[in-house]
């Protein structure tokens, strides 16, 4: 292909990276045309970014050498912190759940601030509460002792 087709399709934008290459090599050459020389200013230009740009991408895939010394504890760091952190809410979850893990009675009662699970036991002294709701006033003044109070 001729470097004026080559041209004409570079700045067309059609290209590939190959043809772009050698249109810089060309450039880079003593062989070009002078009816060409106008172009050379920019071929070589663009040589020199994309030899800046190889040299930076050179330099950032090689890892140095303080990098590499501090990786591994900061893996091993970050590893710790994350297995602490989980056995942390583990922890946490466990606290604040204290019967969901537990096998307590489903039933019970707390009477008098005390904790009662046997039904039987919790139905007497319902029972028994019940019976003391029912007393008349003139009972509830012997049992109190306080005869003034009550009407």
């Given at each position: ?5 080559l ?35 920019l ?23 303080k ?16 297995i ?24 019970y009662?707390?009477?008098d601030?005390?904790?009662?699970d ?22 509830l ?5 306080l005869p003034?109070?009550?009407?």
């Open positions: 292909m001729k470097t004026e087709e041209l004409e399709k570079y700045f067309d934008g059609q290209t590939t990276c190959e043809e772009e290459r050698t249109l810089r090599r060309f450039f880079a050459s003593d062989r070009v045309p002078e009816h060409l020389e106008v172009y050379r200013p071929f070589a230009c663009i040589d020199r970014e994309a030899e800046a740009f190889r040299q930076t991408q050179e330099k950032a895939s090689v890892p140095s050498l990098t590499e010394a501090f990786a591994k504890p900061i893996r091993l760091f970050r590893l710790t912190a994350g602490a952190a989980a056995l942390l809410l583990c922890i946490g979850i466990g606290a604040l759940l204290p019967h969901a893990f537990s096998s307590a009675p489903a039933g009662a707390i009477i601030g005390h904790y009662y046997n039904p039987q036991l919790v139905q007497a002294k319902a029972l028994e509460a019940l019976q003391n709701v029912g007393f008349t006033d003139e009972e003044k012997e049992t109190i002792n003034n109070l009550l009407p």
